[in-house]
């Protein structure tokens, strides 16, 4: 069984292709490198003990991206390649919108020329924009607030079309709140190119002494300490997700959501305070005005996820922060040597 992983050089597909190896599907990496590096592929291999293909090639050269179907049987694609920065997509929506969902055209177009009609695809609880209610089941109503969740919404969009022209295709849209985590060894984990966004690659940045201390953007949400919450999961109880998703699209057709997180909402303070418990390391923080866009609450219903696939996120916040911290420890410098 063979397997395309677009985007398996970046931090979730990396941490999948590794579930996905030692579980013995066989894999074809697809990815630009835009965001990762060539040495979280040879981390996968030393993990693993495992060989598999690589092909550089960006989905929006068709050319390249069939090569990749036409040298491959492959039999169903897991789709992560893609932009995510939300910030970026609000200064650059065009190219946000051209790399996302014309990738995931271009992809889709292929997969329909060679008769691979199984996918499972990146989405995000971006796509619910500010939850009116929490926990988030996957029936909440929809509405992304910048570009970035709304090229996740359109593409969903997209792929449910999909489905109904053609009742052969087994798609799998999976929401995933916040990932954060790392592989149990340290070898491989979240390295941003530029300043972290997110809140774990800064703590962990601030950890290790390359930032004087963590912003924390606002200190009034209506939150049981003020500062905001979400549903942190472990990227590999995520990247497991995968695999079960991964089972029910070959045994089927359909098109279905699942929300992945922990249905847990901690919040930045809570994350602060569980990482230097686990890590015995000190965090400062100062208090910063409220990002832009930021929402107080948000964390997921899993109840689908959990009957339909059979997945369940096993792993807690201190396994997370500990994971995050040895990843940066072993790896100061992330993949750069
Ligand atoms: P990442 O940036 O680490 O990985 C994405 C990979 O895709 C990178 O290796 C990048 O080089 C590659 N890529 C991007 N555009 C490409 C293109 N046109 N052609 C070929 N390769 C391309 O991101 P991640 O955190 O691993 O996220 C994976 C997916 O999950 C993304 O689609 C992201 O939007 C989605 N997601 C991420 C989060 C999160 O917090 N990390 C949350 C929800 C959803
Ligand atoms: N956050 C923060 N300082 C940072 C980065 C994030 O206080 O430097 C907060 C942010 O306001 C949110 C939480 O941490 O409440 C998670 O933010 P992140 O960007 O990681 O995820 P997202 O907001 O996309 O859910």
Redesign the pocket.
């Known amino acids: 069984m063979s397997i395309l992983v ?9 941490h999948t292709c590794i579930e996905l190896l030692n579980a013995g599907y066989e894999i074809v990496v ?7 590096k060539p040495e979280a592929l040879k981390r996968i291999t030393e993990i693993t003990k495992k060989s598999f293909s690589f092909y550089q ?4 050269d068709k050319t390249a991206l069939e090569k990749v179907f036409s040298e491959n049987n492959i039999d169903a694609v897991i ?6 920065a939300v910030n970026e997509s609000i200064k650059i929506p065009l190219h946000y919108y051209h ?2 969902v014309t ?1 995931t055209l271009i992809l889709c177009e292929i997969m329909k020329k060679y008769n691979i009609k199984k996918l499972i695809f ?5 796509v619910y924009g500010r939850p009116k209610y929490v926990p988030v089941t996957e029936d909440s109503s929809l509405g992304p607030i910048n570009p ?1 969740g709304r090229t ?1 919404l359109i593409i969903e969009e997209i792929l449910n079309d999909l489905y109904i022209s053609d009742h052969n295709w087994s798609i799998s849209l999976l ?5 954060i985590g790392a592989h149990e060894s340290g070898k491989i984990g ?1 390295d941003p190119n530029d300043i972290p966004n ?1 809140l774990m690659p800064y703590i962990n940045q601030v950890a290790i002494g390359k930032r004087e201390k963590v912003n924390i953007f606002g200190k009034d949400y209506n939150t049981h300490d003020g500062t905001g919450v979400r549903d942190y999961i472990h990227v590999v109880d995520l990247a497991k997700g995968h695999l079960k998703a991964l089972e029910m699209v070959l045994g089927t057709t359909g098109i279905d959501v699942f929300n992945l997180g922990t249905g847990v909402g901690y919040s930045v303070l809570d994350l602060i305070k569980s990482y230097e418990n686990i890590t015995s390391q000190k965090i400062p923080y100062g208090f910063t005005q409220r990002r832009a866009g930021d929402i107080d609450k948000c964390y997921a219903d899993t109840t689908k996820a959990n009957e339909k696939l059979g997945w369940k996120a096993a792993k807690n916040l201190e396994d997370m922060c500990y994971d995050s911290w040895k990843w940066q420890k072993n790896n100061p410098n992330g993949y750069r040597e």
């Open positions: 677009t985007g398996g050089a970046g931090y979730i597909g990396s697809v990815d630009n490198f835009f965001n990762s090639a960006d989905l929006l789709h992560f390649a893609g932009l995510k790399n996302n990738g990146s989405s995000s609880a971006n970035y996740k929401r995933y709140f916040n990932p979240e997110n």
